[in-house]
């Protein structure tokens, strides 16, 4: 799997970049901990999203606005944040190309007129006739789409619910591990089932990342069982800050989501959690904390994965 950097290199890291295939390779065990004296304030807009764009726009405004009277400055939308439409064949025929969708076009609008930054937890859009992705975007505080990630881990699980989720039968996962630097701090991305794949995030923060976006439409089922002690493992795990807005309540067609919006600190410690209602939560994100934790514990700086041996006895 090749990183897929966005932006310029941080001073703290030795790279040889190959220009032919676009992957950056990085001497890990050259880097560096180097404190960030950046703040900023993260929003977390928790949803009840319809099953169709149209009926979205008016709430995720209207929450928008809310945040910003907050004075956030990152404000950050769940996963499937357009629309959750749980009937494949509907979700094919609704899903539009990225210049078509009525909910980008709308919060780049927003986040130009307001001066912020908004990461969009993930849309879906069809990138050709017959291929479907599931995808955040970053705007920067022009309006301007300056990243973009694809989720890589499909959900595809039965629950004891009875329900069952089959991701792959509708989107293509992605290929790329992706990270942009903001005013604050270099971002890592990530969307909702690829929290239970830790190695994901070790390689964001051992590439640079201080602050790691988890938005999700995580179910009742598997949010009141792991949502809290998967978000808090991240963050300490990683020494990263954790912001994990949320999808909440019953959808369409029986389906429900757990809520609980999260940010949390490099020391897994609770910031601000949301309920499972919609709404907007915030939280002060003060990203010398990173350094702090990482020095008291540096896992990150150690990894032996690649030199142990498996041994059957």
Not at 95 to 107: A, C
Not at 172 to 178: A, D, F
Request: overall charge neutral; some cysteine; proline content about 3%.
């Amino acid at each position: 799997m090749g990183l897929l950097v966005t932006s310029k290199k941080p001073k703290n890291f030795r790279v040889l970049l190959k220009i032919e295939d676009k992957n950056l390779f990085i001497k890990e065990k050259t880097m560096n901990i180097v404190e960030n004296k950046s703040s900023f304030r993260a929003a977390c807009i928790q949803l009840n999203s319809y099953r169709n764009a149209e009926e979205n726009i008016e709430n995720i405004v209207k929450f928008f606005n809310v945040a910003v009277k907050n004075d956030s400055d990152f404000i950050t939308l769940p996963e499937v944040a357009g629309m959750l439409e749980p009937n494949t064949t509907l979700l094919e025929q609704k899903v539009v190309y990225e210049k078509e969708d009525i909910i980008l076009s709308e919060i780049k609008k927003k986040t130009k007129q307001h001066n912020v930054w908004t990461l969009i937890g993930s849309l879906a859009i069809r990138v050709a006739e017959d291929r479907i992705v599931n995808r955040s975007f970053l705007i920067d505080n022009a309006g301007n789409i300056v990243a973009r990630y694809d989720k890589i881990h499909m959900f595809d699980v039965d629950l004891d619910d009875g329900q069952k989720y089959r991701e792959s039968d509708t989107y293509h996962s992605g290929t790329k591990v992706v990270l942009k630097d903001t005013p604050w701090g270099r971002l890592g991305f990530s969307i909702c089932y690829d929290i239970r794949f830790s190695y994901l995030y070790r390689k964001l923060a051992r590439n640079g990342a201080e602050f790691i976006a988890i938005p999700a439409a995580f179910t009742r089922v598997s949010g009141e069982a792991h949502w809290h002690v998967l978000q808090r493992a991240r963050a300490i795990e990683t020494g990263s800050f954790i912001i994990s807005p949320a999808q909440c309540g019953k959808h369409a067609d029986g389906r429900e989501t757990y809520g609980h919006s999260l940010i949390i600190d490099p020391w897994g410690n609770i910031l601000a959690e949301g309920s499972n209602e919609p709404g907007v939560i915030t939280a002060e994100i003060k990203l010398s904390k990173v350094a702090t934790a990482r020095r008291k514990i540096p896992s990150l700086l150690a990894d032996s994965e690649n030199n142990l041996e498996l041994t059957s006895i």
